[in-house]
C-alpha cells in the first residue's frame, strides 16, 4: 500500500522545488553540515556562495542562492 508520503514524493514536479535542496540532498553529510553553516552566516554574498557551488558541480542558476536563503531552507 502506498503511504500519503510516497504518494505525495511521487507528485511533486521538480520545477517546483528548491534546485539547491534538490542539489545539497545529494552532497554528503559533512558537506550538507558545512554548506548550512555557509546559508545561515549573512557575512557570505550571495555571489560568493553560488560561485563556490559551481565550482562544486552546481549548475542551477544564482537567484535559487538568495531564494533559498530567503525562505529558510535546510541544507
Known amino acids: 500500500m502506498t503511504t500519503l508520503i510516497d504518494e505525495l ?3 511533486q514536479d521538480p ?3 528548491c534546485r539547491l535542496c534538490v542539489w545539497l540532498a545529494g552532497r554528503v553529510e559533512a558537506e ?3 554548506w ?3 546559508m545561515a552566516d549573512r557575512s557570505f554574498t550571495h555571489a560568493s ?3 563556490a557551488a559551481q565550482r562544486r558541480g552546481y549548475n542551477a542558476g544564482k537567484g535559487t542562492i538568495e531564494t533559498h536563503r530567503g525562505n529558510g531552507h535546510k541544507a
Do not use: G, N, P
Open 36 to 38: 548550512a553553516a555557509v
Open 32 to 34: 550538507r553540515k558545512e
Open 49 to 51: 556562495i553560488f560561485r
Open 9 to 11: 514524493r511521487a507528485d
Open 15 to 17: 520545477r517546483t522545488q
